[in-house]
């Protein structure tokens, strides 16, 4: 596995050395020795999840207070753009975000740790997006951030389109509002 920082140095990308040949392809999606290697620490998840979504669907900016969720997150069909935006108060980074194009071709995964919020825009006809989190869904504990909040200026590569997004997500918080991690 090839793990590469990011512009936020704690969000990781990670590229698995994947095998194929004329009937396919194998790879390792998960090997908690290595992942845990990779990120410093170790990290125990405890529930995965799976979501479709069509073209120009924007799902975010979610986070958890108090109970943060760390997320390691992958596309096994379709193309996604993955945000992770910095909401740790006191990081260097704070109110920063990173974009990675995650796809089934790339085969990349994010990790995106506790302490900030993430959202992704499909770029494909339909994306399947799969994630492991470190902490359960907590509905009452779940907030969210404004996908285009103008302080944070994230660059959704729309192409001038608007998003299709959820009630919930057009009713999200300007950053400057959004309650932070200590």
Same mark, same amino acid.
């Given at each position: 596995?090839?793990?590469?920082?990011?512009?936020?140095?704690?969000?990781?990308? *990670?590229?698995?050395?994947?095998?194929?040949? !004329? /009937?396919?392809?194998?790879?390792?999606?998960?090997?908690?020795?290595?992942?845990?290697?990779?990120?410093?620490?170790?990290?125990?998840?405890?529930?995965?999840?799976?979501?479709?979504?069509? /073209?120009?669907? @924007?799902?975010?900016?979610? =986070?958890? *207070?108090?109970?943060?969720? +760390?997320?390691?997150?992958?596309?096994? /069909?379709?193309?996604? @753009?993955?945000?992770?935006?910095? *909401?740790?108060?006191?990081?260097?980074?704070? %109110?920063?975000?990173?974009?990675?194009?995650?796809?089934?071709?790339?085969?990349?995964?994010?990790?995106?740790?506790? %302490?900030? !919020?993430? %959202?992704? @825009?499909? /770029?494909?006809?339909?994306?399947?997006?799969? =994630?492991?989190?470190?902490? =359960?869904?907590?509905?009452?504990?779940?907030?969210?951030?404004?996908?285009?909040?103008?302080?944070?200026?994230?660059?959704?590569?729309? +192409? +001038?389109?608007?998003?299709?997004?959820?009630?919930?997500?057009?009713? %999200? *918080?300007? @950053?400057?509002?959004?309650?932070?991690?200590?």
């Amino acid at each position: 596995m090839n793990v590469r920082p990011t512009r936020i140095p704690d969000v990781l990308v *990670l590229e698995p050395k994947v095998f194929g040949d !004329a /009937r396919g392809f194998f790879f390792e999606s998960f090997n908690r020795k290595a992942f845990d290697a990779a990120v410093g620490r170790a990290v125990e998840f405890v529930q995965d999840n799976h979501s479709l979504s069509a /073209r120009n669907v @924007l799902r975010g900016l979610h =986070y958890q *207070l108090p109970r943060p969720q +760390g997320k390691l997150v992958r596309v096994v /069909r379709g193309e996604v @753009l993955d945000v992770a935006v910095d *909401l740790r108060r006191g990081s260097p980074t704070c %109110g920063k975000w990173v974009g990675e194009v995650l796809s089934a071709e790339n085969k990349r995964q994010l990790w995106i740790p506790e %302490g900030f !919020a993430h %959202g992704f @825009l499909v /770029r494909s006809t339909e994306a399947e997006f799969l =994630y492991k989190t470190t902490d =359960y869904w907590h509905p009452e504990h779940e907030r969210c951030i404004r996908w285009d909040d103008p302080t944070l200026a994230i660059d959704w590569q729309t +192409g +001038g389109d608007s998003p299709v997004v959820s009630a919930k997500d057009a009713a %999200g *918080l300007r @950053l400057a509002d959004a309650p932070l991690f200590d």
